[in-house]
């Protein structure tokens, strides 16, 4: 089945510092890949999306993710990290060619900045 | 401002009781979209609508029911047969059906059983 894989549920880094957060999929055919960021409480808030063509995507809040096709993942970073990135970060992909036309969620990131 | 609204952002059930999360939107898109957010769990899809008067069943359509008589509204009514229906619901939107298509969330509706 298809599935996407963030295996971080939860990390902490320094404000300033860089950030990686991890995302896999698996699914036979390259889907259309996202990250979307969520504050405690509210809706989420679509960062960046890949659907072909460069491997590198820049998002908005300073964030991009680079896609992998060897590895199958669509990791997403930041070079430095302020304190108002606290928040959950979830990879999702879009199946093509499934006929369902929804999103498929990871379990998401959270992540917490330190002082 | 277009946009997506729940209401109401809290809710709150005695078991037994059917209830009815409200999402509307004035963005123009077609498909909406309901899910359901358990800690830990990520985001898990309840229903979808294509196109007025029609939708389809997600990975968890079981306990609840939809209605999408106006293009803007997509109720989600979560009964009774719902084993365990505490959970934070999102309401999405697209404005295509192509399976790229960006989704817009509503701030979400948090559901209680008392």
């Known amino acids: 089945a298809q599935s996407v894989t963030q295996p971080d549920i939860h990390i902490t880094v320094s404000e300033g510092a860089s950030l990686e957060l991890r995302c896999n999929y698996s699914y036979g055919a390259t889907p259309y890949l996202f990250w979307y960021v969520q504050s405690p409480g509210q809706g989420l808030q679509l960062l960046l999306k890949y659907f072909s063509g460069d491997t590198l995507v820049q998002g908005i809040k300073g964030f991009e993710a680079e896609f992998k096709r060897s590895q199958s993942s669509f990791n997403l970073r930041k070079p430095s990290v302020h304190w108002s990135d606290a928040a959950e970060y979830f990879c999702?992909?879009?199946?093509?060619?499934?006929?369902?036309?929804?999103?498929?969620f990871g379990s998401g990131t959270r992540l917490q900045v330190q002082p | 401002d277009g946009g997506i609204t729940q209401s109401p952002k809290y809710l709150f059930r005695k078991e037994g009781q059917n209830v009815t999360l409200s999402c509307e939107q004035n963005?123009?898109?077609?498909?909406m979209y309901w899910y359901r957010q358990d800690p830990g769990q990520g985001l898990r899809l309840i229903y979808y609508?294509?196109?007025?008067?029609?939708?389809q069943k997600g990975d968890i359509a079981e306990g609840y029911s939809v209605s999408r008589e106006k293009k803007e509204s997509f109720p989600l009514t979560v009964t009774s047969a719902q084993k365990n229906p505490t959970a934070f619901y999102l309401c999405?939107?697209?404005?295509?059906?192509?399976?790229?298509?960006?989704?817009?969330f509503g701030p979400g509706t948090r559901l209680t059983v008392l």
């Open positions: 963005l123009n898109h077609d498909a």
């Open positions: 999405a939107s697209s404005i295509g059906t192509s399976e790229g298509s960006e989704q817009f």
């Open positions: 999702a992909v879009a199946l093509m060619d499934t006929g369902r036309r929804a999103l498929t």
């Open positions: 609508s294509q196109i007025v008067n029609d939708f």
